[in-house]
């Protein structure tokens, strides 16, 4: 970590030495002023101003020095904050300043490095949070690979038809492997452009999007004899079709992936002239409304975190990345009829959105919605059903 250090001078204009010759300034002026009028209202007070100019001489030492302790006292928070913010790093990111003096300009200065600390170390816990799970997620599926191929390479009565089934398990693994080094990259690519200009900004439609999921998952869904219900009206918006497509899809693929035989689907689009929306909700195992505003975050499976549930966790970790980057919100609650969820995801109409690249700050706000009855849970992120 690279520290960034102030060039100390033998008379560095410090704001503890300004404060002290302004005082100190202030204050000799005022006393010449004084005696400047002693002076025009008694011409003849040569002895006044004999005294008054010692006084003044005494009165400016002592202002300098009650002016420089003052000022001294003052600061005491910020070379605090410039301590803590010296000794800070990854390790020691649980220290605050924790000013408890007046109510004022410093202590709201305090108050506010702290809140900043705060955030830093749930950025970082976050980041080794993810980074951990991350690995593990791929360490998996390339143990078993290596173990596949190590115990059949052992084993000297291995025939063809072992090697075949050693192959498949290989080709399983690495198809897993791929597929979480895929998605960690449409999350990166996604996180990389919230709060950012967008790379790409043409005119796309969620109910296209929303299609071309549901028959991509045809297979799947007839094999769990699903019901699928749609509603399917146009609903364009502008913004980056590689995102918005994996928008779609991974709504749909989580749909499908957590519910159960003959279980049902229900995929809506539709748009006004100011948004955008698309809604899918299916039936599945019980979701509780409080576990809903982790759902969304990397590497959560609702209730499955064990590794091999289903996919890596990422899903919808996705969906709220995706969304943020297109300036949209995303609401998700627990169905109390069936289980499941439902998700609803709100994107600027393509006619309040220009399609031209890199043209528009996107600004976001991703709250979450629960079940009606209970409050709004806040997150920087969504719930829902992770893939």
Not at 149 to 175: F, I, K, N, Y
Not at 216 to 224: F, N, P, S
Request: glycine residues 10%; hydrophobic residues 45%; proline residues 4%.
């Amino acid at each position: 970590m690279t520290i960034y250090r102030v060039r100390r001078g033998l008379f560095r204009p410090t704001l503890r030495l300004r404060l002290t010759l302004l005082n100190a300034g202030l204050l000799v002026l005022i006393g010449m002023v004084l005696i400047g009028l002693a002076w025009l209202l008694w011409k003849d007070a040569s002895t006044l101003i004999v005294y008054g100019l010692l006084t003044l001489l005494l009165i400016s030492v002592v202002g300098v020095v009650g002016a420089w302790m003052l000022a001294g006292r003052a600061l005491r928070p910020l070379h605090r904050v410039t301590a803590t913010a010296q000794r800070l790093g990854e390790k020691n990111l649980d220290e605050r300043i924790r000013y408890s003096g007046a109510d004022d300009e410093v202590a709201e200065l305090a108050a506010t490095f702290d809140a900043m600390l705060d955030r830093l170390a749930e950025a970082f816990e976050t980041q080794r949070r993810f980074v951990a799970n991350a690995s593990h997620e791929l360490r998996t599926p390339l143990a078993v690979m290596r173990t596949e191929v190590e115990v059949t390479l052992d084993d000297p009565e291995a025939d063809l038809e072992e090697l075949r089934r050693m192959g498949r398990v290989v080709r399983d693994a690495s198809e897993r492997a791929n597929a979480l080094v895929d998605a960690l990259l449409v999350l990166a690519r996604s996180e990389a452009q919230s709060g950012r200009r967008l790379v790409r900004k043409v005119e796309s439609d969620l109910a296209e999007g929303a299609a071309a999921a549901l028959t991509a998952m045809e297979k799947e869904m007839r094999r769990l004899s699903l019901r699928v219900e749609t509603d399917l009206a146009p609903a364009p918006v502008v913004g980056d079709p590689g995102l918005l497509e994996r928008l779609a899809g991974n709504l749909v693929e989580n749909a499908v992936r957590y519910n159960h035989l003959h279980g049902l689907i229900q995929v809506t689009t539709g748009a006004d002239d100011r948004h955008a929306t698309l809604v899918v909700s299916n039936t599945g195992f019980e979701v509780e409304p409080a576990d809903v505003p982790g759902l969304f975050e990397p590497f959560r499976r609702g209730g499955r975190e064990r590794t091999g549930a289903r996919g890596a966790g990422l899903g919808l970790a996705i969906v709220r990345a995706v969304c943020d980057a297109h300036g949209g919100t995303v609401r998700a609650r627990a169905r109390e009829d069936g289980g499941g969820l439902e998700v609803t995801v709100t994107l600027p109409a393509a006619g309040t959105t220009p399609v031209v690249a890199a043209t528009a700050t996107v600004h976001s706000e991703v709250p979450v919605v629960q079940p009606a009855g209970r409050g709004p849970a806040s997150s920087t992120g969504t719930g829902g059903q992770g893939a």
